[in-house]
């Protein structure tokens, strides 16, 4: 990913660990 869009894919990524646990 692009380094601006470093922040926003981690949090998608989180909340979709989040989602699937």
Do not use: P, Y
Not at 5 to 21: F, H, L, P, Y
């Amino acid at each position: 990913s692009v380094t601006a869009d470093n922040a926003s894919e981690t949090k998608v990524r989180e909340i979709g660990q989040e989602k699937s646990s």
